[in-house]
C-alpha cells in the first residue's frame, strides 16, 4: 500500500504543515479526508500552495471550526466512513487526520476506528511543549492496541532532547527528526528544513 497516514497528539500542532513537508519530500498526492471549519485557507489549500503538489478533493467539507462529528452535525449531515476509503493515487499518498485519534467522525466511529480500517502506516506528530509524553505515549498506545502499524514520532517544535529520547524509549517509537517553527513559511524554507530535520529515509522504508 502506497499509502501514509499523518496524525497528531492534539489539533493545532503542526501536522498539516508536517504533512506539507512530506508530500513535498515524497512527490505524493495529499488528501484530507474531513475539513471542519472554512473561515480561513482549508487544510488542502495549504499544503498545496507549500508543495506544489497536488490535493485531492475532500471527502467532506463542512463550515463549522469544531470536531468532525459537531460540524456534520450542525449541517444536518453524518459522516458515514464507508464513503471515505483510501482513494488510490500515482505513487504515494499522504492522508492527514483532524485533531488526535479519539476525534469523532459521528457518534460511533472515532478517527482511530478509520486508521484502522485503512490499514496504512501512521506518522504520529507531536509538539514538544510540557505535556508532550503522555499525550504522546497515549496516542502511541492507542494506535498499537487498533493494530495500527506506526512509523514513529515526528516532533514539531523547539528541541527538548530529553523529553524526546523519553518518549521514544517508553513508546518504543522510532524518532523520525524534529520540524523546528519556521520564522518564514515558504515553500523553500519548508524544503530545506525538512530535508534536514526528518528522517525522510525512514518514512520510505515504510513504503517498501
Known amino acids: 500500500m502506497n499509502a501514509l497516514i499523518v496524525t497528531g497528539t492534539d489539533t ?9 513537508g512530506l508530500v513535498q519530500a515524497l512527490g505524493a498526492t495529499y488528501w484530507k479526508p ?3 471549519g472554512l473561515e480561513d485557507e482549508t487544510d488542502s489549500q495549504t499544503v498545496a500552495r507549500l508543495s ?26 453524518e459522516i458515514d466512513p464507508d464513503a471515505l476509503p483510501l482513494p488510490e493515487v500515482d505513487g504515494v499518498l499522504v492522508a492527514e487526520g483532524a485533531g488526535g485519534l479519539m476525534v469523532p467522525l ?5 478517527y482511530l476506528d478509520l486508521f484502522a480500517r485503512w ?12 505535556g ?11 494506535l498499537r492496541d487498533a493494530g495500527c502499524p506506526v512509523v514513529g514520532v515526528a516532533f514539531i517544535g523547539d528541541a527538548e532532547p530529553a523529553v524526546e529520547e523519553t ?24 524544503a530545506v528544513a525538512f530535508q534536514a530535520s526528518i528522517r525522510v ?8
Open 34 to 36: 474531513v475539513q471542519s
Open 52 to 77: 506544489g503538489r497536488p490535493a485531492l478533493p475532500e471527502g467532506y467539507l463542512l463550515q463549522l471550526p469544531a470536531s468532525p462529528h459537531l460540524s456534520a452535525e450542525a449541517e444536518g449531515v
Open 12 to 20: 493545532g500542532i503542526g501536522k498539516t504543515i508536517f504533512s506539507a
Open 132 to 142: 508532550t509524553i503522555n499525550h504522546t505515549l497515549l496516542s502511541l498506545k492507542a
Open 119 to 130: 490499514g496504512a502506516p501512521v506518522i504520529l506528530c507531536a509538539r514538544t511543549q510540557l
Open 201 to 208: 529515509d525512514l518514512i520510505k522504508e515504510a513504503l517498501a
Open 167 to 190: 518518549i521514544c524509549q517508553f513508546g518504543q517509537a522510532a524518532h523520525l527528526g524534529r520540524l523546528p517553527v519556521l520564522g518564514e513559511l515558504t515553500s523553500d524554507a519548508l
Open 106 to 110: 459521528n457518534r460511533k466511529v472515532l
